[in-house]
């Protein structure tokens, strides 16, 4: 048997590859793309579900004023305060823009230009708020709330009429 000669440690053994096609390299890179387009197509997913469930929140929100303020309206003065009270706190709603809060404001209005008629009437010396029933009380509300929203300020008077008569 003759022996084969083992290579010395101090031997190099150099391979030489011939240079990577393009369409090499693009394989190479297509776990990554991949990837990248799943995760635009998941955020593109949930910010499109995120705008149509605010949208679905906004829609409820303005049935539910639409209810109020045709109640709001109403010559029942039980059904006249429930309305008044539901504006007060769909006012309060971070679904409201101002331009709704300012259509919910038309809710107090009357309820409280009636009540303001009365306080010019009344000696200044009366301890309590003008028209303090329950439609007022809960048309002062509103307009406090309104008022808040809108950055404007409320007089004292409608402050005191939406303090009272709460129940």
């Known amino acids: 048997m003759i022996p084969t000669p083992s290579p ?3 031997s ?5 590859l ?4 393009w369409w090499e390299i693009l394989a190479g890179l297509s776990p990554v793309a991949v990837l990248l387009a799943a995760v635009l197509a998941f955020t593109i997913g949930l910010m499109t579900l995120r705008q149509r469930t605010r949208a679905d929140m906004r829609a409820e929100w ?4 639409e209810w109020a303020l045709d109640a709001s309206m109403s010559a029942q003065p ?3 305060e429930t309305g008044l009270n539901v504006l007060g706190v769909l006012a309060d ?3 409201a823009l101002d331009e709704e809060i300012e259509i919910l ?3 107090w209005k009357e309820p409280l230009e009636n009540a303001e008629q009365t306080v010019r009437a009344r000696a200044p010396q009366s301890e309590h708020a003008p028209g303090s029933n329950a439609v007022t009380a809960a048309a002062a509300r509103l307009r406090i709330v309104t008022d808040g929203r809108l950055g404007l300020d409320t007089p004292q008077w409608v402050k005191d ?3 009272i008569d709460r129940g």
Do not use: M, N
């Open 18 to 21: 011939p240079p990577s096609q």
């Open 8 to 10: 010395s440690p101090s």
């Open 161 to 163: 009429l939406g303090a």
């Open 62 to 65: 303005w049935k539910r004023a």
């Open 93 to 95: 709603s971070e679904l």
């Open 78 to 80: 039980v059904r006249s």
């Open 105 to 107: 404001a038309v809710a």
């Open 12 to 16: 190099t053994v150099v391979v030489q």
